[in-house]
C-alpha cells in the first residue's frame, strides 16, 4: 500500500496556502503554485520553517480532531455532546468508530489527520531545500542552523503524533520520492520521530542562535532550550507509544531516562492571542456549562466519591480529599447539562479551573508541554530501572507535595505502590496539557474501558483516494487488545 501522487499534490497545495498567512510566497500564482520555485527562495523557506510550529500546534489544539474524542474515551473528561465525536467515542458499551464518509463527525478526523501530513510534507521541504546546500541568511545574518534544527524539531513532533494517533503511517522526509511512499507501522513512524529530534539535538548541541519568540508565540528559545523540548519530546513519545501494557513492558527506559534528564526547565506554554493562536481545544472543554471532568479523576481524590455517576440521576455528596487540588483546580456544580436519554455516566459535578484562561477573551498562555510531565517521566523511568529511591525523591519534591500538599512517600514504597502514586500524579497533574496523555497512559496500561479503539484508522476519504480498503477499530465485540482495547478500569463491583 503506497500513498499516490494525487496525495502528495494535495499536501503541497495545502502547505503553501496554509503558510502563506504569515509572509507572502515569492511565487507566481497566475496557473499554480510550483514547488521547486517556492523552495528555491531563501526567504520562502526561512518562512515557512517559522510558520512550521504554529501550523502543528494550530492542528494540535483543534476542536477538529480526535483531541476531544479521546479525552472523555480516557474517562478524564466526560461530555454528552456529539461535537467531535465526543458523545460516540464515549458510549457505553463502547461502539465501532465510524469510518466512513457518511459519518456526521468525519470531517473531523479528516482535517487533523491532512492537517498534520500537511506540516509534515512543509517540513520535509524545507529540509530538503537545506540539505540542498541552501544557506539561509536574513538581513546579513546566518539563520541555516537555526532554520535546520527547528524545522527537525517540528518534523519530529509531527511524525510523533501522527504515530501515536493512528494506526499507520506514512514516513514523508527529506529523503521521500515525491509519489509512491510505502507504507509503515507506528512504532517505525515513532523510530523516524525520534530520529528528527535527535538531528535537532545534534545541531542545537554544536551551534548558538536564538529562535525568535513569534516563533513559538510569546517565548524565544535558545539553542540549548530548544535541545531540551526536543529530549522532552522524544521522552513522550518513547513513553506513549505503546497500544497495551505487553509492549509497554518493553519501553527502552533507558533511552527514556536519557531523554527526560536532558528535557525541559521550562513549560511550553505558547501566548494565546485570540486572533492567530487560539487554543480551540482549551475553550471547548473548559467553557463553562459543558464538558466537565469524569467522576473517575474525582474518585482518585476521593475514593468514597462514586467512580460513576449514580445511575438514579441524583448528585452524590460532595467530596472530601487531602489533595489541597481539589479544592485549587476544579470547580464544584450542581447543575448538569448533559442529556439524561444519552446515560448518566456522562455525568459530573466538576468544572476544571485551574488555568486562568479567560473564556471571554480568549487571551493567556497555553501549557502544552510543563516541567511536571517531564519530572514524571524520570519518575517512572527510575521506577522501571530499579533506582526506586530517586523515583521516590522525584515525587516527593514534585507536584504531589508541592500543589496537593500531600505527606511524602515513604522512603520504602514498593514499586507497585510508586508506580501507582506516580500515575496518580499525571492523572491529576497534567489534565489540559498535552495532547492525548490520558489517553496514552490509559492505553499503555490496559485501562481503556473495553471496545475503545487502541489507535485511529486512517480516514475513510483517505483510503478511497488512495483505493485502500475500507477498515476501522472499536466495539466491544471486536475487543482485541491489539486494536481495540479488552481492558478497563472499572473497580470491582463486588
Not at 514547488?35 to 528555491?40: G, R, T
Amino acid at each position: 500500500m503506497k500513498i499516490k501522487y494525487i496525495i502528495a499534490l494535495t499536501l503541497f497545495l495545502f502547505t503553501v496556502g496554509f503558510t502563506s498567512c504569515t509572509k507572502e510566497l515569492d511565487v507566481d500564482y497566475k496557473n499554480k503554485p510550483n514547488k521547486d520555485i517556492v523552495f528555491s527562495d531563501q526567504g520562502n523557506v526561512y518562512s515557512i520553517a517559522k510558520s512550521s510550529f504554529y501550523n502543528w500546534f494550530m492542528a494540535n489544539n483543534s476542536s477538529i480532531s480526535p483531541r476531544m474524542g479521546m479525552w472523555v474515551a480516557a474517562d478524564q473528561g466526560t461530555c454528552s455532546w456529539a461535537n467531535s465525536g465526543m458523545y460516540h467515542l464515549s458510549m457505553e458499551p463502547r461502539i465501532p468508530f465510524n469510518n466512513t464518509t457518511s459519518y456526521t463527525y468525519a470531517y473531523i478526523f479528516e482535517t487533523y489527520y491532512s492537517d498534520m501530513y500537511a506540516t509534515l510534507n512543509q517540513t520535509a521541504n524545507v529540509l530538503k531545500a537545506l540539505n540542498k546546500g541552501m544557506e539561509i541568511d536574513i538581513n546579513g545574518s546566518d539563520k541555516t542552523d537555526l532554520t535546520r534544527a527547528f524545522t527537525y524539531f517540528v518534523h519530529g513532533i509531527t511524525m510523533g503524533y501522527l504515530s501515536m494517533v493512528y494506526d499507520k503511517v506514512f514516513i514523508v522526509n527529506e529523503n521521500s520520492p515525491e509519489t509512491d511512499i510505502p507504507i509503515s507501522t507506528y512504532q517505525e513512524g515513532t523510530q523516524e520521530a525520534l530520529k528528527s529530534l535527535d538531528k535537532c539535538i545534534e545541531i542545537c548541541n554544536s551551534s548558538s542562535f536564538t529562535v525568535p519568540d513569534d516563533w513559538i508565540n510569546g517565548s524565544s528559545y535558545s539553542s540549548s532550550e530548544l535541545a531540551q523540548l526536543a529530549s522532552s519530546f522524544a521522552a513522550r513519545f518513547l513513553v506513549y507509544m505503546p497500544r497495551n501494557k505487553a509492549e509497554n513492558d518493553q519501553t527502552d527506559w533507558g533511552r527514556v531516562l536519557n531523554y527526560a534528564n536532558n528535557g525541559i526547565e521550562r513549560p511550553l506554554s505558547p501566548y494565546m492571542d485570540n486572533t492567530t493562536w487560539i487554543s480551540w481545544f482549551r475553550i471547548y472543554t473548559v467553557r463553562p456549562g459543558w464538558a466537565r471532568i469524569d467522576c473517575r479523576i474525582i474518585n482518585l481524590m476521593d475514593s468514597r466519591y462514586p467512580w460513576r455517576f449514580p445511575d438514579n440521576g441524583h448528585n452524590p455528596p460532595k467530596p472530601q480529599s487531602d489533595d489541597h487540588r481539589l479544592q485549587t483546580d476544579f470547580t464544584y456544580n450542581s447543575v448538569n447539562n448533559m442529556k439524561p436519554e444519552r446515560g448518566y455516566y456522562h455525568f459530573s459535578n466538576y468544572e476544571y479551573t485551574r488555568y486562568p484562561y479567560a473564556i471571554s477573551t480568549r487571551i493567556g498562555e497555553v501549557n502544552d508541554f510543563i516541567v511536571a510531565e517531564n519530572d514524571l517521566i524520570k519518575a517512572e523511568a527510575n521506577a522501571r530501572l530499579g533506582n526506586l529511591a530517586e523515583a521516590i525523591n522525584i515525587v516527593n519534591n514534585g507536584s504531589r507535595t508541592q500543589r496537593g500538599l500531600l505527606p511524602p512517600l515513604s522512603s520504602n514504597t514498593n514499586i507497585k505502590n510508586l508506580l501507582k502514586a506516580i500515575f496518580y500524579e499525571r492523572d491529576i497533574e497534567l489534565i489540559q496539557t498535552g495532547f492525548g496523555i490520558a489517553f496514552f497512559d490509559m492505553r499503555r496500561r490496559n485501562m481503556l474501558q473495553p471496545g475503545t479503539p487502541l489507535h485511529f484508522p486512517i480516514p475513510a476519504k483517505e483510503l478511497m483516494v488512495m483505493n485502500m480498503p475500507l477498515y476501522t477499530f472499536g466495539g466491544v465485540e471486536n475487543a482485541d487488545g491489539i486494536n481495540t482495547s479488552n481492558g478497563g478500569w472499572f473497580p470491582n463491583k463486588n
